[in-house]
């Protein structure tokens, strides 16, 4: 009897331990949708020289927190996990010139590449560069698009749904076909480059926001 009862706590612990694991897979890919980007590029100076060891801060206008890194031996840098919005991006190093970026407009998911080109002086002299800031997306070649802040409140919504914005999207088409499921299958929906509509994921702030109908 006593094994038994030793086999049915084995067994406890074993279904105990499934569980944990399933739920610890099933939590990483919401860890991974959070609502932040990332800020990377090279410093290098005017002729053309990699400047290693440059600090580079950016600051959120919003909030005004900020992250600080140095740029390594190649004068890369990389800042990762910033929270989405608008930042100021200053790089400094000892005999040039600081440069600040402003009017960098960070959004979810994005990997902005800005490059950095200093100019030889004191640095009690400092260079600003305004306007909007000459993104160059080489990260990535997955399919995707944004609507920005500045369409959301420029482009007229009949109904404000802003998920009729999704339609405006290169490769994104609504679904005509109706569905007499009960609940949940009323609004806009849409297929992204020919998937089938089950395969829209909706998020907000990283967690799963979408029904059992899509």
Known sequence: MSRVFGDVRWGSRVAMFVLGLILLVAAVPVFAQLPTGTILGTVKDASGALVPGAAVTAQNVETGTSRSTSTDETGAFRLTALPVGHYDLRVESSGFKPTTQKGLVLDVGQEAVLN????????????????????VNTTTSS???????????????????????????????????VISLGGGTQGTIYSSNGAPIISNNFLLDGTPTQTIFG
């Open 116 to 135: 950095f080109s200093l100019q030889v002086g004191s640095t009690l002299q400092e260079v600003v560069v305004t306007g909007e800031a000459p993104l």
């Open 143 to 177: 399919l995707g698009g944004l609507v920005s802040e500045q369409k959301l409140a420029e482009l007229p919504l009949n109904g404000r749904n802003f998920l009729d914005l999704s339609l405006l999207q290169p490769g994104v088409s609504q679904d005509t076909v």
